[in-house]
């Protein structure tokens, strides 16, 4: 008999949340952020992806074809999800108790959305608890949001009318970075995570740099279009401070004084993030600006030569024109724009009460390399607009327009160096696995990794029998009140499939949702409602290669499998905690 592996109570926290990996648990377990991403890497399924025809010779080409090209195929075939009924709920007495002994529950308060931060002020502002649906329960209810794998997104297609793939904000920022590994050959060296109280996505170091966020990527010219799509993509970072950083190299976490981030990586990396989110004032940058404030805009004209005349035009009759035309007034293209416009829609005569943007124009074409400050004395100078807007403000705005200070994790921490992983594009997955494997007595992200991975033959089945049975809330709500054949009928019913391949598990909430699973993962199901629901104290589990046998009293329950693995679990409930048992 083989020994059963002897956990601490973090110990098993940690490795039993590799599987379920909520939102809350990658916050307090910051590892198993990059775990993930390496458990997609190893996946199969973007593998996959680059035998797809849109892929076809993506070697070969530019850094921002490989970019576009990977983030418009996670466009067309993923959809955002973040509802409460896909992975249930929890509620912050269950969840802080579960966490007190690694992190102080003060702390946590002022980091985390659900429990207390309001750093970003628009969510607050339109009631966060509404804005998520949760203002239907009482205050200690909260989601029990789950970092999908990459199969689990992909499984979304069985659950959802488009047939897409889908996931939450942290499951595309983990999707992002495996995929442009993948697909794209970006090192991982380049590729760094950023997570924010409310929000998750990537920093990819190269060039001026590029955001992804969700299902999109942000570049640089992207972040200053003044647009209502940059403006989500700006909120996070403008208005969160960033909790964590995850990298090939380590982490680093604002609440934790121990960083296993390399420091010159991170140094790197918040050098060029800080050069990303500023920018110099052009016209270009100030039309842009003006997007956000539709508040000034008639505040301002623009004056063109026209039959031999000036002429001038109002700016929000500019911006409208500008909403149906690929031209615009901020580049070359604005003569363009102009031969668009109804003649209708020109003045002969200035307002005096308004700005005429050629001339900050001329400006700043002038003095290109002039600091904001004196850009401001040019205005107060020229222009006393106060019957529109406060200069004062305006230029605060502008300032803020131009340039983030992202309030990142303080260097001030005991920075730990771990073995490297040596993974690299031009590995194969074989060898990418083999080098992941290789390191887990060394780096404790590749063994967590592993874990993520679900290689049940290869790993310890103890944090996978925990998570399946503790944190799995949507197939007991929703098969409250059945009696145990009822639903042994109802598990047989459900497509005989795996999402996962070999010898991976899906946990029971994941084959509940799509409908579909081999029967060692139904019966992870019916043990589920038995301890939880009809609080059977014992009952044992046998999986013997083609078949699963579920036993409590004189009751027996067998499916078929097709995962091909052998183990005995013993699962007791105690008054307050489950006690498990694996041989």
Known sequence: MQNQKKYTHQELEKYSSAFTLSDMEIFIFPELFYSLVLANIMSPVIWKWKEDKWFDGIEKKSFNYKVNRVKQYIMDKTVFNLDLDTWGLTDKETELNRFKDFVDTNALAQSNALFGYEGDKYYFKIDIRRHFGLDKYTDNVIPYWKTETVEAMTAFAYKNELGLAAGECVSFSSLYAAAMFVIGKIPLEKIFLIATPLHSQNFIMEKEGILTNNRRIVTKKMW???????????????????????????????????????????????????????????????????????????????????????????????????????NTIANESKQALFEEMDARDFNFSHDPEKIILNDLEDYLIANSRESIDDIEEFFFARYKPEGCFKLSEFFGSLRHFLEIHPRLPSLDKDFITLPALQINPEQSREQIIEQIRSMRTQNPVADYAMYAYRKMDEIDWIPFV??????????LK??????????????????????YDEYRLALPDEVWNFKRGDGLEKIFILANVILNLNFRDRLTLDINNDTATLVFGSETYRFPSNKRLKKKISIVRKDEYFEYQVE
Do not use: M
């Not at 059945?482 to 795996?498: F, G, N």
């Open 224 to 326: 200053y279009n003044g647009t209502e799509l940059s403006a989500k993509a700006r909120r996070a970072i403008e208005n969160e401070k960033i909790t964590i950083v995850s990298h090939l190299s380590g982490y680093i976490h604002t609440l934790y004084k121990e960083a296993t981030i390399s420091p010159e990586a991170y140094e790197e990396f918040s050098e060029n993030l800080k050069s990303f989110l500023k920018a110099q004032l052009t016209f270009e940058i100030f039309i842009n600006f003006l997007r956000t404030k539709p508040e000034t805009w008639n505040c301002f004209q623009y004056r063109l030569l026209r039959n031999g005349k000036d002429c001038y035009i109002d700016l929000p009759t500019i911006y409208a024109y500008e909403r149906s035309s690929k």
């Open 466 to 475: 925990k998570a399946a049975i503790e944190r799995n809330p949507v197939c």
């Open 478 to 499: 929703d098969l409250k009140g059945k009696s145990t054949d009822e639903i042994y009928k109802q598990l047989q019913e459900l497509i005989p499939e795996s999402i």
